[in-house]
T-cell receptor, first 112, second 112 residues
């Protein structure tokens, strides 16, 4: 049971490039979340989704776009990467009626 | 008061020691609380849930004080493998979207 997978695990990209981070769950959990984790800030919510085709902004959504055409996938796109988006990105999911979130292994993104 | 605030740490303790972390939260309506553990360069993983006054799991005890709005995590007989960052987590204010607010974490290092 893989749970949540993220790809790529490591990515280096240049300023201005578009990059998409993938997140896939093997369950059918309704809620999925994208966080970024930076020193001094902890985990901050970027976007979340309550179900397929339902997404909403979190605390730090600027510069990011999400979609959720299928329950199991929740990709995060940086439309035009900036150095300030260098971070570790975590995807998470939780089942209905539960606050217990399960995280993927993370993607380390460096924007040069 | 910040939504979630933790002891800044870091904590350095010898093996076998007892160590406690505190966390304060601002949302007095919160009914459930969590402690997550995050190893270096890994994803956060759920350690304990707290739904009433407290919870105990082996060497780990989480206590909740609703009147003072704080949660504590006590680790007895510390092991080297307990070295990690411990995150205090509280559901967001209002709504049914299962969002969580994460504290910035407290780093624990258990020394031989």
């Amino acid at each position: 049971d893989a749970g949540i997978t993220q790809s790529p695990r490591y990515k280096i990209t240049e300023t201005g490039r578009q990059v998409t981070l993938m997140c896939h769950q093997t369950w059918s959990h309704s809620y999925m979340f994208w966080y970024r984790q930076d020193l001094g800030h902890g985990l901050r919510l970027i976007y979340y989704s309550a179900a397929a085709d339902i997404t909403d902004k979190g605390e730090v959504p600027d510069g990011y776009v999400v979609s959720r055409s299928k329950t199991e996938n929740f990709p995060l796109t940086l439309e035009s990467a900036t150095r300030s988006q260098t971070s570790v990105y975590f995807c998470a999911a939780t089942g209905d009626a539960s606050y217990e979130q399960y995280f993927g292994p993370g993607t380390r993104l460096t924007v040069t | 008061r910040k939504e979630v605030e933790q002891d800044p740490g870091p904590f350095n303790v010898p093996e076998g020691a007892t160590v406690a972390f505190n966390c304060t939260y601002s949302n007095s309506a919160s009914q459930s609380f969590f402690w997550y553990r995050q190893d270096c360069r890994k994803e956060p993983k759920l350690l304990m849930s707290v739904y009433s006054s407290g919870n105990e799991d082996g060497r780990f005890t989480a206590q909740l004080n609703r009147a003072s709005q704080y949660i504590s995590l006590l680790i007895r007989d510390s092991k080297l493998s307990d070295s990690a960052t411990y995150l205090c987590v509280v559901p967001n204010s209002g709504g049914s979207n299962y969002k969580l607010t994460f504290g910035k974490g407290t780093l624990l290092t258990v020394n031989p």
